[in-house]
């Protein structure tokens, strides 16, 4: 049985509609640093296993009228593409503790290593979330919405886009508010554009000031990050 997903880090405008010019962005991160060389078709997530996205609509089910948003997305979407680590990949990236063991390069038997993903820019706003993502709070009243129960256990492979024009109502207050718009405390997040790092433990691994003034700069505006993980195995 392949091991479990450690997880992964997800970088993103803090405007979920801003999408980044992708030549632009990987010649930014390569710059940086953050980025090596491409990874090979079948290696990572992507190539012929990635999902594409452009032009999506809600799958038939996947948003309910009351509740239930779906199963994860585990793949990278396209457009995205793969990259080892560059070699400044750990003076841009804060990790904790004392002694960071990652596997930085695939190997003969398949295992899962970390690499980065440069995702975008997509047609309209993706949720991400994971096995790790717990109910938001409302930016209102703060109340966390129970409604918004992400359902990890249920299909994997279910595809989860985000209507643009949909709003939810908080059970608390009454304020309705798009999804990107409530806290989801670290543990989902939308975007256009993501700079995906695969196999990163939440909570591990955070941009330096250093990256993140870079990543403000290329947008000039801000960025955010949060974590998701598979609660399944692949």
């Known amino acids: 049985m392949p091991p479990s ?20 962005l990987r010649a930014t991160m390569e710059s940086l640093g953050f980025i090596g060389q ?6 990572g997530l992507g190539g012929a296993h990635t999902r594409r996205l452009q032009g999506h609509t809600f799958p038939a089910g996947a ?7 779906g199963g994860a997305l585990t793949q990278p979407p396209s457009p995205s593409q793969g990259f080892l680590v560059g070699e400044h990949f750990f003076d841009l990236l804060a990790f904790a503790g004392c002694a960071v063991n990652l596997r930085l390069s695939p190997t003969s038997t398949g295992e899962p ?4 993903h440069l995702v975008g820019p997509l047609t309209s706003p993706l949720l991400l ?53 409530w806290d989801w405390k670290g543990s989902a997040g939308c975007g256009r554009s993501f700079v995906w790092v695969e196999e990163v433990f939440p909570g591990e691994a955070e941009p330096t000031p250093t990256f993140q003034a870079a990543l403000t700069s290329l947008t000039a505006s801000p960025w955010r990050h949060f974590y998701t993980q598979d609660r399944y195995r692949r």
């Open 129 to 181: 979330h994971g096995g790790n993502t717990r109910p938001p709070r409302c930016p209102t009243c703060r109340a966390p919405n129970k409604a918004l129960n992400l359902f990890p256990d249920q299909n994997p492979d279910q595809d989860l886009t985000l209507d643009p024009g949909r709003e939810i109502p908080c059970p608390a207050c009454g304020s309705r508010h798009p999804l990107w718009a």
């Open 38 to 43: 491409p990874l090979p078709a079948d290696q």
């Open 5 to 24: 997903h450690t997880g992964r880090l997800l970088l993103t405008p803090a405007d979920s509609w801003l999408g980044v010019d992708p030549h632009l």
């Open 113 to 116: 290593f970390t690499h980065v």
């Open 63 to 69: 948003l309910p009228a009351d509740a239930g948003l």
